[in-house]
């Protein structure tokens, strides 16, 4: 029987559906028909309805075919490589099939043992592929939700990208810039502003540090308490302190959180500064809560410092909620 016409997949044999299989190869499931009409790198069983099915040895083939590809061999020439098991033309690098759990993406980017997403975004990204990486980006945060899919997909693989490779300092520069372009476009789809009205709770102000420049982790943050009906005020990139203060006392936040990347930008003086600014009326005067939030707060804050994004986001909900208590107890006792 012909192996793209067979019925069904061997039972108990693992199989994927082309959209699973495109999202961990980082492809657009059009790309994956292609290769099946045009070169036969095809899957090996079908079901009734004429649905394709891939398995483990289908998605070798495919991640060899990827890897080649990746590295500037034309999808024709790589086809035949594949089918053929022949040696890579000279000059191009031999791409061993790589296995669920470590290696790289598409012979590039070293993983670890990531989520098969993961491989799939770093893939696209390598390729520069923006119109994959776009849709990969959106699946992944619709399906697994903001804090999963940040912490086992997006983070690792930009990790990977920024990654300082001996001897080649300047590595996939462009390949984490192109994706941190990307990821921010995904979260803003994915956590539109609210609506008047429809928020719950005080305001929650984030920030850059003077002098720092790193703005997605905050960008994941603020979408995530979007996502929560949270509001949040948004000041991205190295915001003066001046400036900060200023803004602190014209929304009256409940949370100001204040990113810094390094020690060197870590200013414990202004986050002080900060915590120290009162206001509202006479006898119900408040101040914010302060989060240290990034690396560059180790050691030298005293201020609250959350591990991560589900941390600071259970932080600040934590505090809405506890401003909520006080005011209701406020409005009970004046009336």
Known sequence: MDRTTQAAEEP??????????????????TTVRSWDRRYGIGAGTRTQGSHRRWSPQDMARLERMCGLTSTGVPPAEAARLVIGSLPPPAGQPSIPAPTSAGGR????????????ECRGVARAALRLDAGTLD????TVIRDLGLITAWTEVIMPALHAAGRKWEGEPDRYVEVEHFLSWHVSGALRRACSPLPPGRSRGAVTLLACVPQESHTLPLEVLAASLTERALPVRMFGAALPAENLLGAVERTGPVVVGLWAQSRATADRVLADRVADLRWGPQGARRKPAVLALGPGWSGTSAHARPQGLAEAVAAVEARVAQHQ????????ASR
């Open 135 to 138: 849709e990969l980006l959106t």
């Open 325 to 332: 208590r006080g005011r209701r107890r406020h409005s009970a």
């Open 12 to 29: 108990g044999e693992a199989s994927f559906s082309t959209g699973e299989v495109a999202r961990r190869l980082g492809v657009s499931p």
């Open 105 to 116: 993406a598409g012979g590039g980017m070293r993983l670890g043992s990531v989520r098969a």
